[in-house]
């Protein structure tokens, strides 16, 4: 395939071996800057705490997304996320770096969500509002094919080799940011409420607002992670963008705090 792909005229394909590195690690970057903020707004604020609703339209670009840069299905990543809410550094966590380490989660994110999303008894309990529908079963379920899709069309838009790049490149982004925010999210970082989760800044950036771990097992319930005046949260400009093209809703319009903040407790 990647040789046919190869001879195909590739319009933004660069002439430079300088120029190949370059743009490949340019897209790589910009397809994890996509696939985070679908990750974020669709996966986890709409789809696994429902703090916004989405149109029709909206929710199947970002499912599309989802499918084409990650290949996750939803109701899996769903049923994982709320079992953490439900067992939050606790036996029953499925990644808990209280009970398996920082390092470790880091390290075996991956291998530890597989283990949670492919146990029945998770997606029965924690994702029953989610049950597969005829185009999950003909499309957005089969990950290779939506992989497929999203490197072969940066193939043909910009080379092969570049094409190749910008994925490994995204791969490795992608699933570090995820893995940082459950390991490094849950050790350190700032505890203005009190739970076992770090605000962490830099962390947010990576991850479209995801880094902001502290607030938001805080307040579960809330689109907007950023809390305080000096916090970025871009998730939420684009759930912003979107509520103003009447595209999403949010849920609430304030932060509805479930854990107390450690000043207001002392």
Known sequence: MFAILDVLPAPFAPQSALGVVFVAILMGLA???VANVATTVYLHRAMSHRALSLSPVAAFGFRFIVWITTGIR???WVAVHRKHHAFTDVDGDPHSPVLLGWKTVQARNVSLYRRCA???STLGRYAKDMAPTAIDRLLFDRTVLGLTIGIT?????FGVWVGLGAAVVHVNLYLGGSAAVNAIGHHFGRRPYDNGAGN????????AGEGLHNNHHAAPTS???AHRWYEIDYGWWVIKVL???RLAKVRLNEVKLVIPSRRAAA
């Open 31 to 33: 397809v994890t800057v």
């Open 74 to 76: 939803p109701r899996q």
């Open 118 to 120: 492919s146990d029945p």
């Open 153 to 157: 069309s940066l193939c043909l838009l």
């Open 200 to 207: 962490l800044q830099w962390l947010a950036f990576l991850t």
């Open 223 to 225: 689109a907007r992670l």
């Open 243 to 245: 509520a103003w093209l």
